[in-house]
């Protein structure tokens, strides 16, 4: 039997097939992880993905759903870590799951160079932390800041990781979209498919989700934004097709 923590609680993910351990003390699992998981390219039958700050491993088991791959998560935070080995377990996937406790800048060592068909990472979106919110909640500034990894240790270290032609996905703000081209291209990763996610028509967008291929073409395509809600608040039909499927 899984242990669920006293501070625990177990939440269905959107598609309500599969479980996820989470609690309120803890970062817990956000839209932009639900929607770059849908949004990449998986390898179908097999080949091998890794998922960076995986968090409580909300993108490999949502992952696991779409392929067959084997599917490494690696979270530098031990709470994330364990909560992410007890929610495999709890969907019975830890034949297809695995996780790695420790700092991402340590993967290319751990795991290996050029050997990923897929890299996914949903990382810390902001570049300071202030004493405040670092002495609130140290896994949420964790989770949030560019605290043990900056967004070029994230890229540089994802287009090691990809093997050749291999793809990497990532879901960030608007605002640092020229910073991930500039990055990714510095690291032979060829941005490919781009899409914005507003949270209305008429709103600015607030969620960028970008993949690239290692050593690609130069040819992006803009894909159709996404709008989450409808003018009367409830989520719009294109958005219930992705987030909920």
């Known amino acids: 039997m899984v242990k669920i923590e006293h501070d625990e609680r177990v939440d269905y993910l959107p598609n309500e097939k599969l479980k996820i351990i989470q609690s309120p003390n803890v970062f817990s699992f956000s839209m932009d992880a639900v929607l770059l998981a849908k949004f990449c390219y998986v390898p179908i039958q097999k080949g091998k993905i890794v998922d960076l700050c995986t968090g409580n491993g909300v993108i490999?088991?949502?992952?696991s759903e779409r392929s067959k791959a084997e599917i490494v998560g690696v979270e530098i935070q031990d709470r994330l870590y364990q909560m992410a080995i007890r929610s495999s377990e709890l969907n019975k996937r830890q034949e297809q799951l695995q996780f790695i406790n420790d700092d991402i800048k340590n993967a290319i060592e751990t795991l290996g160079k050029g050997i990923f068909d897929l890299v996914t990472c949903n990382p810390p979106y902001f570049k300071t932390v202030s004493e405040k919110i670092w002495n609130e909640n140290q896994h949420f500034a964790i989770a949030r800041h560019e605290i043990y990894c900056s967004l070029e240790d994230v890229i540089r270290i994802s287009s090691e990781l990809a093997k050749?032609?291999?793809?990497?996905?990532?879901?960030?703000?608007?605002?640092?979209?020229?910073?991930?081209i500039t990055?990714?291209?510095?690291?032979?990763l060829e941005p490919k498919r781009i899409q914005f996610i507003h949270p209305k028509m008429g709103k600015e967008a607030n969620i960028l989700l970008v993949e690239g291929i290692k050593?690609?073409?130069s040819a992006v395509k803009i894909l159709q934004p996404l709008f989450v809600y409808n003018e009367n608040n409830t989520y719009t039909d294109e958005f219930k097709e992705i987030y909920f499927s």
């Open 60 to 63: 490999p088991l949502l992952l």
């Open 164 to 180: 050749e032609k291999g793809k990497v996905a990532l879901v960030h703000r608007p605002e640092r979209l020229i910073d991930i």
């Open 183 to 188: 990055i990714m291209k510095k690291y032979r």
């Open 215 to 217: 050593t690609g073409n």
